[in-house]
């Protein structure tokens, strides 16, 4: 094999350096454009969650995240498009960044087998890119998705990311039909493309190659000055977003501090109330459609979308920051903060066009009130987002502004709160008989426990204490707590709601105040761990009464059912001979990964078979009361409860298996709405005392 010697330049462009000041140029115009976001992300309120912390973690994120594109390839098809692309003009990116290297700087990069496997690969990914572009115009403007809504810039982004590429095979082509490599398989597509230009006399050739190399840069050059006010800018905010996700426990929100005294506002009634991180959201969002796709809201008619919620948001957001930030200036330079405070709200101070869009009320004009209560907090929408965009908590500070400050909110919520305020549960029955579950049964109350001390405190929840149906699921508990010698005890009746609804619903101050008196009960008393029924009470327990001193090791009886079977301390025996459809709760699997557990348990069942719903796991359907919507009426579109029945029916199970109240409840009436009350909907306790022996 002859020796590889160094890669010569082919042509001299004349005048070819100042494409680099083209380049500076476009540079600036790019950070410019960055500037100018970054200040309107500071009309927004501080944000209460570290974002810069764990830098590994984060970092992690964003290399399994863009460059992974881990969660894109969740959907295959957009995924592996994407995937072209984006590896396409990476390759394309580092081999520029290589050339530019070796001629500002005469580092030796370029040759030898280097540049041989540099170019085969450059080339082959470049194919790619185009492969992928080709696919999503084909999937955008001929197949078209429901989730996606195609603006002029979507066809001009990919127009021009597509005449980039094909240029630069073109200029490929061209220096290769002049001065062949040795080595045709190092550029496949180039060494294709030169055939267009073979009968080309030279002078032609170098001509024609000189205008489109001029061409290519300028174009490349433009499309860099172009990405702040395109949607190409999601090349930076998504990778940043990613970055900047919540470290936190999947579905924390914020506590609201009710000691400030500046705060006189709850919630968000205005776009500048959001925070900066969730007006950065707004932005990062890529319209990708996977949130609306799968969420329940959406796909049962109700007139919420995430993504159209986020866009109506940014909309907004970017119409009305500039014009805040130069009131803002003009402020500052009165410089009286007191004055320019009342003078930022006085709509006469501005012009008309500024005038109307000051007087745009985010809720009503904007967002309106049924999208933000048909909300389920199912988090199916942030699950599936690539770029993590937060979605629940922006609709809890909607929520919260308009029960805290406005007290407008759908009527069946007053007597939900007003039962958990009076009675300590929202089903409204008095706070004495939360313990006339227990009737008949080896249940010790921890108040008459000597020492008030026990292994496992048994938290059946408001469901499990006042709901007929799920009264036998607690009751199933305790049998089999008692069968595995597990040393437990209740609170009964100073037991009080964990306040999951209140605060979802946007009642944090009624959330506050049960969780204080829940606090303040739990640690008069001595235990190991908390075993909750539900996955709600476990989740708020868990995750969000620690915000307030309560630390706890809470864990839901699905984890605690599998460790006593893992022990040996319950042994399954009576064969159920049914095959059963697991429905993964919302606040159990995409709220604290619990997906294996209750599959777990089933599969220790003698005679259980189990089979899956189409949407399962993380990309479960929600049964529609999450969120505070257990209390609320469906009055828009579809069922979600029948909808995701009329899924499990589909897939010719014989009973549903389920580990949360609330799903209990929906799937039941699901079922009774279908006729098909000889399907048996089931709790993974009520499942497993079956099977135990007497």
């Not at 790619?128 to 403007?141: E, S």
């Not at 408001?462 to 040393?487: E, L, P, T, Y």
């Amino acid at each position: 094999m002859p020796s590889i010697p160094h890669r010569e330049l082919y042509w001299e462009i004349p005048g070819h350096l100042w494409l680099y000041a083209f380049m500076v140029i476009a540079g600036i115009i790019l950070l410019w454009g960055l500037y100018q976001h970054y200040l309107r992300w500071t009309i927004g309120k501080p944000e209460p969650e570290k974002r810069y912390d764990q830098l590994w973690e984060r970092i992690k994120t964003v290399i399994v995240n863009s460059f992974g594109h881990s969660k894109m390839l969740r959907d295959p098809y957009p995924g592996i498009m994407h995937f072209l692309i984006f590896w396409g003009f990476a390759f394309l990116f580092l081999a520029a960044f290589l050339d530019v290297l070796e001629a500002w700087f005469g580092l030796p990069i370029m040759f030898g087998q280097f540049y041989i496997g540099m170019s085969w690969l450059t080339d082959l990914m470049g194919l790619a890119g185009i492969l992928g572009i080709l696919v999503a115009i084909i999937r955008r403007y001929i197949q078209k998705p429901d989730r996606l809504d195609n603006i002029a810039d979507d066809a001009v982004l990919l127009v021009w990311l597509l005449f980039i590429l094909v240029l630069g095979f073109c200029l490929e082509g061209m220096r290769i039909a002049a001065n062949p490599d040795p080595w045709p398989y190092a550029n496949p597509v180039g060494t294709w493309v030169s055939a267009l230009f073979a009968s080309m006399n030279d002078q032609s050739l170098l001509s024609l190659y000189r205008y489109t190399w001029w061409v290519h840069g300028l174009t490349a050059m433009a499309l860099v000055a172009y990405i702040p006010w395109s949607k190409a800018f999601h090349i930076f905010m998504g990778p940043a977003n990613q970055f900047m996700r919540s470290l936190a426990p999947a579905g924390v929100i914020s506590p609201i501090d009710f000691e400030d005294e500046d705060q006189e506002v709850f919630g968000a009634e205005k776009i500048e109330d959001l925070t900066w991180k969730q007006l950065f959201d707004t932005e990062a969002c890529t319209r990708c459609g996977r949130c609306q796709d799968n969420c329940p809201a959406y796909l049962s008619e109700k007139p919420l979308s995430p993504k159209k919620m986020t866009q109506d948001l940014k909309a907004h957001f970017l119409e009305k920051a500039p014009i805040l930030l130069a009131q803002k200036q003009k402020d500052k330079s009165k410089g009286d903060d007191k004055e320019a405070e009342a003078g930022g709200r006085e709509v006469a101070a501005v012009d008309e066009k500024a005038a109307a869009i000051l007087e745009k009320s985010l809720i009503g004009d904007v967002v309106t009130e049924d999208e933000i209560w048909a909300c389920t907090t199912c988090r199916a929408c942030q699950e599936q987002c690539p770029v993590f965009v937060e979605h629940v908590n922006k609709t809890v500070e909607l929520r919260r502004y308009l029960v805290l400050t406005e007290s407008r909110f759908p009527s069946e919520m007053q007597l939900a709160f007003r039962n958990m305020e009076n009675n300590g549960n929202p089903w409204g029955v008095g706070w004495a008989n939360r313990a006339d579950w227990t009737e008949g049964l080896e249940v010790r109350n921890m108040a008459n426990v000597e020492g008030g001390q026990v292994d496992v405190l048994f938290w059946p929840g408001c469901a499990g204490a006042f709901d007929d149906r799920n009264r036998k699921v607690a009751k199933a508990m305790v049998n089999i707590m008692n069968q595995a010698g597990v040393d437990f005890a209740i609170l009964g009746t100073e037991e009080k709601c964990c306040g999951d609804s209140a605060r979802r619903l946007g009642n944090e101050y009624l959330f506050q105040s049960l969780v204080e008196e829940n606090i303040s009960t739990l640690k008069q008393y001595k235990f190991n761990r908390i075993v909750t029924q539900c996955p709600h009470c476990f989740n708020v327990l868990k995750k969000e009464y620690p915000q307030f001193g309560g630390e706890f090791t809470v864990i839901h009886h699905s984890e605690f059912l599998l460790e006593l079977l893992q022990q040996g301390r319950i042994r399954p025996s009576k064969s159920q001979d049914l095959t059963f459809t697991y429905h993964d709760s919302c606040y159990l699997g995409r709220y604290n990964e619990i997906y294996h557990q209750p599959r777990s348990i089933l599969a220790r069942v003698p005679g259980v078979k189990l089979v899956e719903m189409e949407r399962n796991h993380g990309k479960s359907f929600c049964c529609g009361a999450g969120g505070g919507r257990m209390w609320l009426e469906e009055k828009l579109g579809k069922s979600i409860n029948v909808m995701r029945t009329e899924q499990a029916l589909a897939t010719g199970a014989q009973a549903i298996a389920t580990a949360c109240p609330f799903c209990l409840t929906m799937l039941s009436d699901g079922l009774k709405s279908k006729d098909k009350e000889d399907i048996a909907a089931l709790d993974l306790a009520e499942i497993l005392e079956r099977s135990l022996a007497s």
